[in-house]
T-cell receptor, first 111, second 113 residues
Framework: DQQVKQNSPSLSVQEGRISILNCDYTNSMFDYFLWYKKYPAEGPTFLISISSIKDKNEDGRFTVFLNKSAKHLSLHIVPSQPGDSAVYFCAASANNNDMRFGAGTRLTVKP | DTGVSQDPRHKITKRGQNVTFRCDPISEHNRLYWYRQTLGQGPEFLTYFQNEAQLEKSRLLSDRFSAERPKGSFSTLEIQRTEQGDSAMYLC???????????FGPGTRLTVL
C-alpha cells in the first residue's frame, strides 16, 4: 500500500538554484513527516522533519512545507549545492509508530 | 556514540542457505527497527522492537524471517532457506521512545545467487 508517494523519480537543478522535492500521502492519520537523504552505499540520514501542527519548518538551507488539506509536503533546498546530490526519501508516521517511506527522488545538482 | 552499526555490510549466499544479520543500535535508544529496501524503492518496514519485546511485524516478514533482540540491545535478523527474491538491502534503525526521528545504520546488502 503506497501511503506515501514521491512521483518524481529524479530532479536535476543548477548549483545555486532552488530544489523542490514533493511528496504526497494518503493516510490522514499521519501526524509527523520526515525527510531523509541517502548517499550510495550508506543508510538514510535524517535531514529535517515537521509535525502536523505546523505548516513550515526551516533549518538552514532546508525548509519543509506541509499542506494538510492537500496531503502534500515539499522540501526546499536553497541554494542547492553539488554535495546535495543524493536520493531524498519522504517518510510519515502516525502516533509515534513505524514510518512509511516514499520511493525516493534522486536529486542531481549540476555545478 | 558511533551511531547504528550493522554487520556484515555485504553478504552473498546461495539459494537455500540461512543468513543472519546483526544490528547494534545507538546505546540509549530503546526502539529498534528493521527495514528492507530494493532498487528504486524506499525502505519497507519489516518489524520493530521496544526493548526486548517485538511489538509489530509486517506481512512482508514471512515465516522464513525471524528477528530477536534478546537483551534489549543488539538485534539479529535471520532468513532461513533464502530465495533470490530476498536479495535486497536490509536496514536497521533505532530511536528513543519519545522521539520521532529514526537513525539508520549503513545496511547489509544481501545477494542470493
Amino acid at each position: 500500500d503506497q501511503q506515501v508517494k514521491q512521483n518524481s523519480p529524479s530532479l536535476s537543478v543548477q548549483e545555486g538554484r532552488i530544489s523542490i522535492l514533493n511528496c504526497d500521502y494518503t493516510n490522514s492519520m499521519f501526524d509527523y513527516f520526515l525527510w531523509y537523504k541517502k548517499y550510495p552505499a550508506e543508510g538514510p540520514t535524517f535531514l529535517i522533519s515537521i509535525s502536523s501542527i505546523k505548516d513550515k519548518n526551516e533549518d538552514g538551507r532546508f525548509t519543509v512545507f506541509l499542506n494538510k488539506s492537500a496531503k502534500h509536503l515539499s522540501l526546499h533546498i536553497v541554494p542547492s549545492q553539488p554535495g546535495d546530490s543524493a536520493v531524498y526519501f519522504c517518510a510519515a508516521s502516525a502516533n509515534n509508530n513505524d514510518m512509511r517511506f516514499g520511493a525516493g527522488t534522486r536529486l542531481t545538482v549540476k555545478p | 556514540d558511533t551511531g547504528v552499526s550493522q554487520d556484515p555490510r555485504h553478504k552473498i549466499t546461495k539459494r537455500g542457505q540461512n543468513v543472519t544479520f546483526r544490528c547494534d543500535p545507538i546505546s540509549e535508544h530503546n526502539r529498534l527497527y528493521w527495514y528492507r529496501q530494493t532498487l528504486g524503492q524506499g525502505p519497507e518496514f519489516l518489524t520493530y522492537f521496544q526493548n526486548e519485546a517485538q511489538l509489530e511485524k509486517s506481512r512482508l516478514l514471512s515465516d522464513r524471517f525471524s528477528a530477536e533482540r534478546p537483551k534489549g540491545s543488539f538485534s539479529t535478523l535471520e532468513i532461513q532457506r533464502t530465495e533470490q527474491g530476498d536479495s535486497a538491502m536490509y536496514l536497521c534503525a533505532s530511536r528513543r521512545g519519545g522521539d520521532n526521528e529514526q537513525f539508520f545504520g549503513p545496511g547489509t546488502r544481501l545477494t542470493v545467487l
